[in-house]
């Protein structure tokens, strides 16, 4: 399996570049366009002596030197313009070109005219609308790393998890600080049933600010989260290699899953596959848990952090998936299309990669922008995917959950710029308006309104 691709990378502040040229005159900036490509090897292909890698399937990325241009940002739209560092050409072979389509405040779009190719790659780079400050804290007077986010379904709040224990509320409207959630000790993971790594879980009054419960028994930081349902229970799981499933009413334990190796587990995703039963047990003599509630037909998906990503029916209590990644998996969605149930997975070695849950003998895809760790994924409207990039880029994929055809194929279509180069450790959609809000490692939250091709 190969999927060779064309990327392009943007000079990550080119708006304040064309905000400051427009006095000076001069709005230029850089764009790449490059190749790359992941396929997995045959087996006699390589040989390693690290245990590890033995289980884990050998892929290869391919990549080309990619082509440098000096992009004029008020340059006349449709303008082709040449690299200015142009990568080793056979005879004969043409060079790329780029160009500027469109372009408002906030985005451009960019085509990439590939030699020998018919179609042209089309990107939009989209600077943020507004970008949010966190306070410096008390003590240290170092502004925090921000670890995640996530929008309430009113879309009145963003709620933001960092360093420190920091959590604190944002006025989706206003874009100010609305309140801080104390208690946590150290760094909050998830939000708003938070999650923290000193072991507990917490749950939160949004009115007051005050903590209504605490959640306690793992013995590990937590990684993640999810809710079931309405939320009378939810999920974690921890480094301790464990996820629990919890009574929110009762704060108790109800269930517990483990794994033969004892990874930490780094990322939770739930699939409801009562429609499809692709992995769901048709029937159980299981009886719920009396706290337990919404969890039939409910599929638990891990990723660990040594490659492997297991599937647990939480109402049969059973296994019903094990799968093998690239690299350590540090994020993971599911979703279901009109034609089948998929599983995204993203790997600390940059590698996308889906899976079709009723045939995972082997991916239905294998995508790379770069081998920054993907840290966060995200399924968004119009059949559209979100990652979150260790290198500072939050892309958005098309064409990955439909079907994969020659005129439609996978591909990134919108990239959000802003970060020089600090991960962004996690994105959110606005469910209504489709707002997406990111938070970096530099301590800002940032907000997009997203345009797409």
């Given at each position: 399996m190969e999927a060779r691709?064309?990327?392009?990378?943007?000079?990550?502040?080119?708006?304040?570049?064309?905000?400051?040229?427009?006095?000076?005159?001069?709005?230029?900036?850089?764009?790449?366009?490059?190749?790359?490509?992941?396929r997995l090897r045959d087996d006699d292909s390589s040989s390693s002596s690290d245990?590890?890698?033995?289980?884990?399937?050998?892929?290869?990325?391919?990549?080309?030197?990619?082509?440098?241009?000096?992009?004029?940002?008020?340059?006349?739209?449709?303008?082709?313009?040449?690299?200015?560092?142009?990568?080793?050409?056979?005879?004969?072979?043409?060079?790329?070109?780029?160009?500027?389509?469109?372009?408002?405040?906030?985005?451009?779009?960019?085509?990439?005219?590939?030699a020998d190719r018919e179609q042209p790659v089309r990107t939009i780079f989209q600077a943020p609308t507004a970008t949010m400050h966190s306070q410096k804290r008390a003590g240290t007077g170092a502004i925090p790393q921000l670890h995640t986010v996530d929008v309430s379904m009113d879309e009145k709040f963003v709620a933001v998890g960092g360093a420190d224990g920091?959590?604190?509320?944002?006025?989706?409207?206003?874009?100010?600080?609305?309140?801080?959630?104390?208690?946590?000790?150290?760094?909050?993971?998830?939000?708003?049933?938070?999650?923290?790594?000193?072991?507990?879980?917490?749950?939160?009054?949004?009115?007051?600010?005050?903590?209504?419960?605490?959640?306690?028994?793992?013995?590990?930081?937590?990684?993640?989260?999810?809710?079931?349902?309405?939320?009378?229970?939810?999920?974690?799981?921890?480094?301790?290699?464990?996820?629990?499933?919890?009574?929110?009413?009762?704060q108790d334990v109800i269930a517990k899953w483990g794994n033969d190796a004892h990874s930490a587990v780094r990322c939770l995703t739930v699939l409801d596959d009562s429609s499809t039963k692709a992995l769901v047990?048709?029937?159980?003599?299981?009886?719920?848990?009396e706290l337990e509630a919404e969890t039939d037909g409910k599929i638990v998906f891990a990723?660990?952090?040594?490659?492997?990503?297991?599937?647990?029916?939480?109402?049969?209590?059973?296994?019903?998936?094990?799968?093998?990644?690239?690299?350590?998996?540090?994020?993971?969605?599911?979703?279901?299309?009109?034609?089948?149930?998929?599983?995204?997975?993203?790997?600390?070695?940059?590698?996308?990669?889906?899976?079709d849950l009723r045939n995972t003998s082997t991916?239905?895809?294998?995508?790379?922008?770069?081998?920054?760790?993907?840290?966060?994924?995200?399924?968004?409207?119009?059949d559209t995917v979100w990652t979150a990039h260790g290198d500072g880029g939050c892309s958005n994929w098309s064409h990955v959950l439909g079907e994969n055809t020659h005129t439609n194929v996978a591909g990134i279509s919108t990239e959000l710029t802003g970060p020089q180069y600090d991960p962004i450790r996690d994105v959110a959609i606005a469910p209504k308006t489709g707002r997406v809000f990111t938070v970096s490692r530099d301590g800002r939250l940032r907000d997009y309104i997203p345009h797409f091709l």
């Amino acid at each position: 399996m190969e999927a060779r691709q064309f990327y392009m990378q943007l000079q990550p502040d080119w708006q304040t570049l064309a905000v400051e040229g427009e006095t000076a005159g001069e709005q230029q900036c850089w764009i790449d366009v490059y190749e790359r490509g992941v396929r997995l090897r045959d087996d006699d292909s390589s040989s390693s002596s690290d245990a590890k890698d033995d289980v884990l399937p050998k892929v290869r990325v391919e990549s080309a030197t990619s082509a440098h241009f000096e992009l004029d940002l008020n340059a006349a739209l449709d303008q082709r313009i040449a690299p200015s560092s142009p990568p080793f050409l056979e005879q004969g072979q043409q060079q790329h070109l780029v160009a500027i389509t469109k372009r408002e405040n906030q985005w451009i779009e960019v085509h990439a005219h590939i030699a020998d190719r018919e179609q042209p790659v089309r990107t939009i780079f989209q600077a943020p609308t507004a970008t949010m400050h966190s306070q410096k804290r008390a003590g240290t007077g170092a502004i925090p790393q921000l670890h995640t986010v996530d929008v309430s379904m009113d879309e009145k709040f963003v709620a933001v998890g960092g360093a420190d224990g920091l959590c604190t509320l944002w006025d989706a409207l206003d874009r100010t600080e609305a309140m801080e959630l104390s208690g946590h000790l150290l760094d909050v993971t998830r939000v708003l049933l938070t999650g923290s790594l000193d072991f507990t879980l917490r749950i939160w009054s949004v009115e007051s600010g005050k903590c209504a419960a605490i959640l306690k028994g793992h013995r590990g930081g937590v990684e993640d989260i999810a809710i079931l349902g309405k939320g009378r229970n939810v999920m974690s799981s921890s480094s301790d290699g464990l996820i629990h499933l919890w009574s929110c009413g009762t704060q108790d334990v109800i269930a517990k899953w483990g794994n033969d190796a004892h990874s930490a587990v780094r990322c939770l995703t739930v699939l409801d596959d009562s429609s499809t039963k692709a992995l769901v047990e048709t029937s159980t003599s299981n009886e719920p848990h009396e706290l337990e509630a919404e969890t039939d037909g409910k599929i638990v998906f891990a990723g660990l952090d040594n490659g492997e990503i297991l599937g647990v029916d939480i109402r049969a209590r059973e296994a019903v998936l094990n799968l093998q990644g690239t690299a350590s998996v540090f994020s993971c969605a599911a979703a279901t299309t009109e034609s089948k149930p998929l599983l995204l997975t993203g790997s600390e070695d940059g590698i996308l990669t889906a899976w079709d849950l009723r045939n995972t003998s082997t991916p239905l895809q294998l995508l790379s922008r770069s081998s920054a760790p993907i840290n966060r994924i995200v399924c968004g409207n119009r059949d559209t995917v979100w990652t979150a990039h260790g290198d500072g880029g939050c892309s958005n994929w098309s064409h990955v959950l439909g079907e994969n055809t020659h005129t439609n194929v996978a591909g990134i279509s919108t990239e959000l710029t802003g970060p020089q180069y600090d991960p962004i450790r996690d994105v959110a959609i606005a469910p209504k308006t489709g707002r997406v809000f990111t938070v970096s490692r530099d301590g800002r939250l940032r907000d997009y309104i997203p345009h797409f091709l």
